[in-house]
C-alpha cells in the first residue's frame, strides 16, 4: 500500500469520490500502488489545488492536464465533454500520469507531443 499515512476513512472517501466520476476499481487499485499518484489525489481533494511533485519520466500532472485539454479538441462537438467537468479531467490526467509511470512509451510520447499528436483537428498546425 501506501506511507503516506493516509488514514482508513479518507482512503474509504478518495475511492468512492473515484468511483462517483466513473473511474474502475482497477484505476483505483493502480491509485493506491502508486504512492506519488496517491498522493497527488489525496492533495487535490484536500486542497483543491495541484501538488506537481511526482514526475515520472519528468512527466507532472500539470503536464497530463495540459495534454487532456489539448487532446480534448479533437472532440469538442461531442456531447460529453470533460473540458468542462474538471473533476473526470483530472482523474483522467492521474491514469494517464499512471500510464507514463507504469512506462507506457505510446502515452509519454503523446504528452510530449511526439509523433504529432496536438488534439487540434485541424491539418495546418
Not at 491509485?31 to 489525496?42: D, F, M
Not at 460529453?80 to 483530472?90: A, K, S
Not at 502515452?107 to 498546425?125: C, F, M, N, P, Q
Amino acid at each position: 500500500m501506501s506511507n503516506l499515512n493516509i488514514p482508513q476513512n479518507d482512503l474509504n472517501i478518495l475511492h468512492d469520490y473515484i468511483i462517483s466520476l466513473g473511474g474502475s476499481e482497477e484505476l483505483w487499485s493502480r491509485i493506491v500502488s502508486c504512492e506519488g499518484v496517491l498522493a497527488e489525489l489525496y492533495y487535490w481533494c484536500r486542497t483543491g489545488q495541484l501538488l506537481g511533485k511526482y514526475e515520472p519520466e519528468g512527466i507532472s500532472i500539470s503536464d497530463c492536464i495540459a495534454w487532456q485539454v489539448d487532446h480534448f479538441k479533437a472532440y469538442m462537438d461531442r456531447e460529453e465533454n470533460n473540458r468542462w467537468h474538471r473533476e473526470r479531467l483530472f482523474v483522467q490526467s492521474l491514469e494517464s500520469l499512471l500510464d507514463v509511470s507504469e512506462g507506457r512509451a505510446d502515452v509519454l510520447a503523446k504528452i510530449r507531443g511526439e509523433g504529432g499528436e496536438s488534439g487540434t483537428d485541424r491539418e495546418d498546425v
